[in-house]
């Protein structure tokens, strides 16, 4: 009887883990896909606003903001902390000449 208990102990502890590897690979995958998706988001906005216009009219300035907030939380930042920077500095409207 003993034996019987400490297999099937065993076995739901081995399923255990490999349920949790599982989820916590899929986790990873999901955090990974969302995280480029969201850089890809940002990188068009500054493209199109930095690059071309060279201002951010607020709403889209609100839109990078949430984007960026939602992808620091993710981690590993880099790159995009600096873009960050030149977007939050744009003006909102254009210059006139």
Do not use: W
Request: charged content about 25%; overall charge positive.
């Amino acid at each position: 009887m003993d034996n019987a208990i400490k297999v099937v102990l065993g076995m739901v502890v081995s399923f255990l883990v490999g349920y949790y590897a599982k989820q916590s690979k899929e986790k990873n995958a999901l955090r990974a896909g969302l995280q480029a998706v969201l850089r890809d988001r940002m990188i068009q906005q500054y493209s199109q606003y930095y690059e071309e216009k060279h201002y951010m009219p607020i709403y889209a300035k609100d839109s990078f903001e949430a984007c960026y907030q939602s992808y620091h939380n993710l981690g590993q930042n880099g790159v995009m902390d600096d873009i960050y920077k030149k977007v939050k500095a744009l003006p909102t409207k254009p210059i006139e000449n």
